[in-house]
């Protein structure tokens, strides 16, 4: 501890003098692997240790060997700008086109940028992302998916990708293994078009009897592996993944990074394709939670969370990794697709007792469980009402990694470290939280305030959750009420105006 501190100390004073570039070598006194896990669409109340009614006895092992949050935030209720603020430490909001991504979207995250990865891999961590990405990729579009793609992941401050290009409903449905397709076939060429089916292949609309899985709003365009999508692809026969398998094979690509860096310092960033849609478990899992597709997801999830803890104890880095385990974004339940979500319920309810869901600004849309082990340096069996967001991973591990980053580089995110580990109860003041539409909503203390939007209240596309918009300001008192029943802003006019302004001052900052 002692060493540890006086280097940290010596860094923090050398880097502000520009004197030595960032590099932290000294890991086995320092700073610790970390593993990420984010899942996909999964709710507060998804987990047994958060109220869920579904077996995951792997991820509540990590509540049980460490910190479990309760007041822990992704930074919007959709993918695309939820993982752009983790990974760039700023709010989506004020980066235009950073809305849920199309699947031939070009990088959003251009080289040069500071990065949650990049700096890791400045202060020494070899770092990899696998999984989904959806934050674009390559520099024009359209995208050609037949030569080499770029700037990616690798461009930003990853070492390796493995990816899901952007998610499993979107076409190409294929992997891309840094810059490349994985099984790319020059005979046998990829085409995208968001726009028209370029050469008449079979759709969801079309040909609906060559569906394993009917589509229910969205996702009739082109069918691979017997499933419709978002958007129109034909060619790359060898390069199609099989839904069944992509949790099999992501656990591979991770454990393999784990095990090939287990004497260097690293970051893995596996961004699981489960629980999103289309939901098609390995025959491993389907009709074990009886819950149909949505449940028997979950169970393959936490297989995949049993699968990385399997290979930390194997390698006996569990004391010198840091695991953390979140979601991008609330619950949905139908959202494209036939697969008896919503029906198969019982007394499961993801959205643990909040209001909305994915896409809201109700708290169901960002409020997410949020994990924490670290064997050996946080405590087992805690819980944290510290009030956190994945924003401030960017600062807190730069921090920690010795490196002091200027406050006009990452804005929003703050150095939480001491909350992240469980040494401290207190987190953020406040933060910050986006729906679809880039509806923002500001939480300080005990209070919500979401402002006056005049959309529809439902999501428009046929999912049934409330967007939380209301052309009046909204006030909630989440203490009291966390399923936001009552709106005080009338009864509360001065408490209002104040959380407007405290919001409209981080806006214009
Ligand atoms: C929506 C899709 C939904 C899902 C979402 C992105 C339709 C009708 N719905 O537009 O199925 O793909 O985008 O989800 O197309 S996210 O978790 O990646 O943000
Ligand atoms: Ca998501």
Known sequence: MKIYLKSY???LIFNSLGLIPLQVKSQNITSPNIVLIYA?????GDISSYGGDIPTPHIDNLAKNGLKFTNAYAAAATCTPSRYAMLTGEYAWRKKGTGVAPGDATSLILPGSTTLPGVLQKAGYKTAVV???HLGLGKKAPVNWNKDIKPGPLEIGFDYAYLLPATGDRVPTVFVENHRVVNRDPEDPITVSYLKNLNEGPTGSKNPEQLKMMYSHGHNQSITNGISRIGYMSGGEKALWQDEDIA???INKSVGFIEENKDSPFFLYLATHDIHVPRVPHKR????????????VIVQLDYTVSAVQKKLKELGLEENTLLIFT???GPVLDDGYVDGAAERLAEHDPFG????????????GTRVPFLVQWKGKVKSNQESTALMSQVDFLRSFATVTGQNLPKDIAIDSQNHWN????KQAKGRKSVVQQAIRNVLSYIEGNYKYIEPHSGPSMVPWGVEIETGFNQEPQLYNLKKDPGETENLASKMPEKTKEMEAALNKIRDS
């Open 285 to 296: 899992f389907a009709g074990t939670t009886g819950k149909g597709a949505r449940g028997d």
């Open 248 to 250: 099999d094979v992501l």
């Open 131 to 133: 999984g989904k990405w």
């Open 419 to 422: 909350a992240l580990i469980g």
């Open 327 to 329: 979601s991008d974004n």
């Open 9 to 11: 100390i010596y860094l």
């Open 40 to 44: 996909d669409d999964l709710g507060y």
């Open 353 to 364: 007792n909040f209001r909305g869901g994915k896409y809201s600004t109700f708290e169901a």
